[in-house]
């Protein structure tokens, strides 16, 4: 398997980035502890035109500071107070769009994955390129997919609701 270091494909338009993503690995090594999964599931989200991400309307937090950097940039945030999810964002800096690890073999969701691998707070903000503790790893297969609107974003809008931006390997 091939780490994928390219800053070209983190910088990708989101939506290619999250289909790119699918059927790819992911490795970590996080407190002496190798994990290694293939990505099944990723949902794409649009920066600030997209009323279910994180940085619509602008919203630049400390939170959300991640998203406002270039590709390739680790996003990780905690929901309910106990679940870590996993992103990586996507495009240059200033465009605030991120793909969600929504799935990986052997986990079915995403606060199931970032446990599996031993994802941490402490990724937040670091560069997935060259990344010691978490890589992406292509194993030179081409992979299927299919689409499907996002999961959990009832606050968003009806149409961004209905977006088939979840991309899903096809088995």
């Not at 910088?11 to 490795?27: D, F, R, S």
């Not at 599996?116 to 992406?136: A, E, R, V, Y």
Request: hydrophobic share 40%.
């Amino acid at each position: 398997m091939k780490v994928i270091n390219d800053l070209n494909f983190f910088t990708a338009p989101t939506i290619m980035l999250a289909q790119n993503l699918v059927g790819k690995w992911i490795e970590t090594n996080i407190c002496g502890k190798t994990t290694r999964a293939q990505i099944t599931e990723t949902e794409a989200y649009l920066g600030i035109t997209d009323t279910a991400c994180h940085t619509f309307g602008g919203k630049h937090t400390p939170r959300t500071e991640p998203m406002w950097q270039i590709g390739g940039t680790i996003y990780i945030y905690l929901i309910y107070g106990m679940h870590l999810m996993l992103n990586i964002v996507s495009e240059s800096a200033g465009k605030p769009e991120a793909v969600l690890i929504r799935a990986v073999a052997g986990a079915n969701g995403p606060a199931k994955a970032t446990k599996l691998l031993n994802i941490t707070k402490n990724l937040n903000g670091q560069s997935i390129i060259n990344n010691s503790q978490i890589k992406i790893l292509d194993d030179g297969k081409i992979y299927h997919f299919t689409t499907a609107p996002r999961v959990g974003i009832s606050y968003a809008s009806a149409k961004d609701q209905a977006a088939h931006l979840r991309f899903c390997l096809k088995t």
